[in-house]
């Protein structure tokens, strides 16, 4: 057997995590058993649905490593085979046109609320004679499905076991509406059908959709496919995963400087453990997703561990893997990385990356690397920028000065700040904390002879110079 899972979303906003991760597991699934993994875009709402979130959806696998290697299909092109599957369901009287106007309707549904009934078609509709149809012919009517009377729909749900559904629960659903457009339930059942899928791994809000689906595909003689049913991914605060927890989809995830290593990461194992493992590179996921270690209880995505996993990244991915979203997070920032005295962006961030959780921090923490106008700390101005510093700055100029272009380097910058240090019978802090405050606006930077090396020798004597002119305006 072939395996063919498939994620299906719908074109109606951002690409929630929970989604992402449900996108991913049937990924990996077919990954794992050299299937084949469909993207299937249901975008049958018209109302709801936009090309903005199609687009989103698609930046968003493309940003995460998840693609398939057949097209994506979209519903909307595909309506001529429900129309096809509609008509085939009418002649084997598996379903009926439903002339009910809304206002029977209506009563029915206030009728059975008020008997304490929850409220359901009666099926009216499903055995009207000849006479009652050609009395209806110029009436609007929808398509509704017959659903069995008796017995059950059972599954074996891969993550949470068997499942029973009794037939009386289920309703005569609609599977096309008035204006002959086919309904969610139904495009679903006819597409998992027509594209042979043989794992349909979605979130568990869709559980009670399941037994319909199962009923259509009965009805329309088509193979009934594995379900693995994923729980829901809360926040930090035990409540369900939502745009006020921050990064809740993975475009929303990128910006706040997430990696998409250290996402997948994140999303892995929110419902999927191996051992106790926490590291998965997505080549190890794909060699080691199954759906045997999945856990029914909901999920919870910690900012904290998405945090140390990023940290993690961006410490030990090769910088090839980072500079992409370095580069796109400058350009987002307006940071142009070609001025003159722009430092190697990987030595940079090599030196950074030991103090930044996320390249947006990598970004805020190197300011003063990208730009020629530093923000100066005002408390680490008056505590350090005093005129008792006045000789000494100017001592760090003139030996700074003297480095040789072909000596510049962070092992003779450090010669020099020692001797310097030496010389004044200093203790480091003495000098390395004025200069920094000069050189970069506050205490906070890597080490000074880095720092110094990292911005160059014309912007470290302008930027000590310009210290000293703040000292002397003081005075
Ligand atoms: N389109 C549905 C959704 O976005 C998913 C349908 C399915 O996976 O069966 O919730």
Known sequence: MVIRSRFAPSPTGDLHLGSARTALFAYLYAKKHNGEYILRIEDTDKERSTDAAIEVIFDSLKWLGIESKVPAFYQTKRFDLYAHKIQELLENNSAYKCYCSKERLEKLRHDQLENKEKPKYDGHCRNLSQEDILEHKDKSYVIRFKNPLEGSVKFNDLVHGDIEFNNKELDDLIIARADSTPTYNFTVAVDDADMQITHVIRGDDHINNTPRQINILHALKAKIPYYAHMPMILGDDGKKLSKRHGAASVMSSREQGFLPEALLNALVRLGWSHG??????????????????????????????????????????????????????????????????FPQLEELYNVQKEKCKTINEFINNSKYFFSEFIEYDQKSVEKFLTADNVNLLEEVISDIDNIDENQWNVDTINVIIKSIIKRNNLKFPNLAQPVRVCITGSTNSPSIDATIYLLGKNRVIKRIKDGIQIILGKN
């Open 276 to 341: 106790d493992e926490e590291i998965f590179s997505k080549e190890q996921m794909e060699e080691l997703f199954d759906l045997d270690h999945t856990n029914k209880s909901a999920a919870i995505l910690s900012t904290e561990k998405l945090l140390w996993l990023n940290h993690y990244y961006m410490k030990s991915l090769p910088f090839q893997k980072i500079e992409p979203e370095i580069l796109y997070h400058l350009s987002k920032n307006n940071i142009l990385i070609k001025q003159p005295f």
